[in-house]
């Protein structure tokens, strides 16, 4: 990454763009990340907790999170879909990922 020029690919899991955040909730996703969970998904954390989430269907992967709060995260996840698809889409080839409006 050295001179951090622009097109540079990332070296997977080297990289983490924030995408989102509301209710203090951190919703992040990782530039070429797709060998481990092997479909299109986010890294949320919250409070010390952490939880990978489909994108898909808004299931928890791995990790955890309070109830209400996975609640919210699947609700905007539903409402932002396409756009979390688009950024993953972006992110799986280590393109540049666009942030997504909170959950107001």
Do not use: C
């Not at 409402?79 to 979390?84: F, G, S, V």
Request: charged share 25%; net charge negative.
């Amino acid at each position: 990454m050295g001179n951090g020029a622009s097109n540079e690919i990332p070296e997977r899991g080297d990289l983490v763009a924030i995408i989102s955040m509301f209710y203090g909730i951190i919703v992040s996703m990782y530039f070429l990340d797709t060998d481990r969970h092997h479909r299109p998904h986010i890294h949320v954390k919250y409070q010390g907790q952490e939880a990978i989430v489909s994108i898909v269907d808004g299931k928890v992967l791995g990790g955890s999170l309070p109830p209400p709060k996975r609640k919210l995260v699947a609700a905007w996840i539903e409402i932002h879909k396409e756009d979390l698809m688009a950024d993953w889409e972006l992110a799986s080839k280590g393109e540049k990922v666009f942030p997504i409006e909170p959950l107001k």
